[in-house]
Nanobody, 115 residues
């Protein structure tokens, strides 16, 4: 059974940092590209970052380039999203998605940026 579990969200002040984690189970993790998405209230879910199965390739939406960093540890079946210099506009539920077959989503983790 494919399962993705996000964690690491929370309430942070503007300028702060968080590291989100996505633990994946149910398939051969190192073969699977993973993306992070986010969804703010009243808005559509949007792409944030992508990483290839071997971690050699990454991609980011323009508004997070230089502040967000995606990485993975294939020994731990985990993908990370380091988010720095947080802004109120980054407030959202953050989801990871396995790019395989129909696609598989986690349940999300809430990030709130507020003073």
């Amino acid at each position: 059974q494919v399962q993705l579990v996000e964690s690491g969200g929370g309430l942070v002040q503007p300028g702060g940092s968080l590291r989100l984690s996505c633990v994946v189970s149910g398939f051969t993790f190192s073969n699977i590209p993973i993306s992070w998405y986010r969804q703010s209230p009243g808005k559509e879910r949007e792409f944030v970052a992508f990483i290839t199965g071997n971690g050699a390739g990454t991609n980011y939406r323009d508004s997070v380039k230089g502040r967000f960093s995606i990485s993975r540890d294939n020994d731990k079946n985990t993908v990370y999203l380091q988010i720095n210099s947080l802004k109120p506009a980054d407030t959202a539920v953050y989801y990871c998605k396995a790019i395989w077959g129909k696609g598989y989503w986690g349940q999300g983790t809430q990030v709130t940026v507020s003073s």
